[in-house]
Each structure stands twice: as C-alpha cells, then as structure tokens.
C-alpha cells in the first residue's frame, strides 16, 4: 500500500528529471564550447585568421566629393588618416572575428559574414579594400579644435556606404559631425555572363568568377559557382553583374513540424542532437527548432539538417 502511494510520485520525479536533462542539454554544450575556445588549438586558430586579413586598405580620392571636407577646421589629410586606420581596424575586426563573431555577424547582416567557401577561408578572396571619402555640409561653421577623435555611429558598420562621426575633444566649443564614407571590399565573386531573367535556372556556363565588390550592396554576394548552379532566379542580373544572395530563390530544406538533426558547431568540435522545427527552414534564414524544452536559432543547410554555432 505504502509503495503504492509512492508510485505516482516516482513517476513525477522521472518526468522532472527528464525535463531538467534535456534543458540542461544546451548548457552543457555551451559550457564546453567556452573550454574549447580557451584551448590552444582556439587560439591558434583565431591568430591564423587574423594573419589572413592582412590586405591593403587604400584611400580613393576625387570620388566622393572630399574636397569640400576644407570646411573642417583640421587638415583634410588628417581626417584621411584617421579614417583610413578606423577603416583598417574595423576590415580587420569583421574578417577576423572568432567562430561566434562570425555567426553573430551573419545573423545581423553585418560585415562579412561568411567565414570560409570550399573549406577555403574567405578572407584569401579579398584582394583589397578602397576607401572612399564624401564631404562635410559646406554650410559647416565650426570652431577650432585641438583634438578630433574619428568613430563608428552606434549601428553603423563601415561596409559599403556608411559614415564616420568626427567629435571635438578638445577645444573651446565641443561639436560633433557625420561625413559620409564609401569601403569597398574587393574580391573573388560569381559574376553573371550574360544577361539572365527573372525565373531562369542558372547553369555552369551562365556563370564566372570575377574581382567584385562584395559590400556593393546589403545581400552578401556568391562567392562560388556551385552556390547557384541549379538555383532558380527571382530578380534579373545583368551580363557581368556580382550575383547576390537575393537574387537566388531561397531553398526550404524542412518545413514546420519536421524532424531536423541539429549540429551545434564550435571551435575544433560538433555535435549532433535532434529538435523539431516550429518554423520552416529557409536558406539564410533563422529556424526556431524546439529541442526538448528549449527553444534554438538554427541555421538550414541541408535537407531536415540545421546548424547552431557556439
């Protein structure tokens, strides 16, 4: 009689202890991800890619309109300078991120996103990166200044066209001003051949790999052929035009309610769990899989196959 009494409770337990496995399940994994890092193979790992963004960032004059930047009450040449090195530390800072910068990156839109194509990291594509400099409001009237600090805006990222903040530190009338900036980010891209409509299947001979502007424009370029052969077009390119992401039809790899294996990556490790998906899995998009009780952000790449990087 006591042990029936007992019984319901066990079960009770079981069931908690079931729950708080599988929630613990994502910790765990967090946890050695972290450890990973912290080894020596992460660290050298995150060194090699810092010595591969090492490319030449140069400053493009006459485009822009920098002239008119002799309303500032500083040499044009320094402002040049201040940008040209912020641009260089931020190319560098994108390019170089660790595994869960990069992932970051990606999911924002931000930077370069693409950590490696063919098992070949991406930054030996990028030949370099040219810096474009726009001009001050000529209607300006600024007092002098003893020292300018060059910044980023809060959300903006010196990727394509963007702008750069100058501030007066120190001097008898602070201020503060936006000069526009343009960074081009020159590389290995897939270009069209020829001219292609809207609803085409792209093929082998449609397609070549050119020096692009990858940060021409917001949708991250393809960087390789077999990226898009195959694919269906949702927006015409023009002949010797940068493909893009959004020109390709997104792939769908599951659909709601499907069973998906789950890899969750990190730094010299993966393993695999499964979940199930509570929203379709699009390519390029983030897929809300339940695994257990929590809840994660995977990325499709394949069919019923999501990645979540640590």
């Not at 500083?74 to 940008?83: G, K, R, T």
């Not at 008898?172 to 020829?194: C, L, M, Y």
Request: charge should be positive.
């Amino acid at each position: 009689m006591k042990a029936a009494i007992r019984l319901p409770h066990l079960l009770a337990d079981r069931a908690a202890l079931r729950r708080a496995a599988e929630r613990l399940w994502f910790t765990v994994l967090a946890v050695a991800a972290v450890m990973m890092l912290a080894t020596s193979g992460g660290l050298a790992q995150a060194a090699a890619l810092a010595n591969d963004t090492a490319v030449p960032v140069a400053l493009v004059r006459g485009e822009e309109g920098g002239a008119s930047l002799n309303v500032l009450p500083i040499p044009v040449a320094q402002v040049e300078a201040q940008v040209l090195e912020i641009t260089r530390l931020h190319t560098q800072r994108a390019l170089a991120g660790s595994v869960a910068d990069a992932a970051a990156e990606a999911a924002s839109d931000v930077g370069a996103p693409w950590t490696e194509v063919a098992g070949e990291p991406v930054t030996r594509r990028i030949q370099r990166v040219e810096v474009a400099l726009g001009g001050a409001d000529p209607r300006l009237k600024l007092a002098p200044c003893e020292k300018v600090q060059t910044y980023v805006p809060e959300g903006s990222r010196l990727w394509g066209k963007s702008r750069v903040g100058l501030r007066c530190e120190q001097g008898a009338v602070r201020w503060n001003v936006f000069v526009p900036v343009t960074v081009r980010v020159w590389g290995r891209g897939v270009i069209a051949v020829v001219p292609l409509r809207p609803g085409a299947r792209l093929e082998a001979a449609d397609l070549r790999v050119a020096e692009v502007d990858l940060a021409a424009e917001s949708s991250n370029p393809v960087l390789d052929p077999d990226e898009a052969i195959g694919r269906v077009l949702i927006r015409g390119v023009q002949g010797g035009q940068s493909l893009r992401q959004s020109h390709l039809k997104p792939r769908r790899y599951f659909a709601a309610g499907d069973a998906v294996q789950i890899q969750i990556q990190g730094s010299g490790f993966a393993v695999s769990g499964e979940g199930v998906a509570l929203t379709p899995g699009d390519e390029g998009q983030c897929a809300r899989i339940r695994s257990g009780a929590r809840v994660v952000c995977g990325r499709p790449v394949g069919d019923r196959q999501a990645v979540l990087m640590l």
